[in-house]
């Protein structure tokens, strides 16, 4: 299983990314999926979250900004991203609840990361 995260870049405060997280390998299903980041000299916190079922869990600077999605179909999640700030500059890091056809349970896997940048 791998989580393959894109869409970061250099953006200027004010502006608007979209992140996307794909998931790929032999997948049976996935649960809860989620971004996370981490600002140097940080610890990694959570950016927002969807369930299975759609639910969305945002944390406080996000709530307005940043909107999560996810298509099942592609097994992706997306973060769209707007009125950036500087203080978002980060790397940002997906994380999915998966479950392969040779598991019982869910496992969480995490992607490689991408760097956010927001000039002032």
């Known amino acids: 299983v791998q989580l393959q995260a894109s869409g970061g870049g250099l953006v200027q405060a004010g502006g608007s990314l979209r992140l996307s997280c794909a998931a790929s390998?032999?997948?049976?299903?996935?649960?809860?999926m989620g971004w996370y980041r981490q600002a140097p000299g940080k610890q990694r916190e959570l950016v927002a979250a969807?369930?299975?079922?759609?639910?969305?869990t945002y944390a406080e600077f996000a709530k307005g900004r940043f909107t999560i999605s996810r298509d099942y179909a592609k097994k992706t999640v997306y973060l769209q991203m707007n009125s950036l700030k500087p203080e978002d500059a980060a790397v940002y890091y997906c994380?999915?609840?998966?479950?392969?056809?040779?598991?019982?349970?869910?496992?969480?896997?995490w992607g490689q990361g991408t760097l956010v940048t927001v000039s002032s």
């Open positions: 390998g032999s997948i049976l299903s996935i649960s809860d």
């Open positions: 994380k999915a609840a998966i479950r392969r056809y040779s598991d019982s349970n869910y496992y969480d896997y």
């Open positions: 969807i369930s299975f079922g759609g639910s969305t």
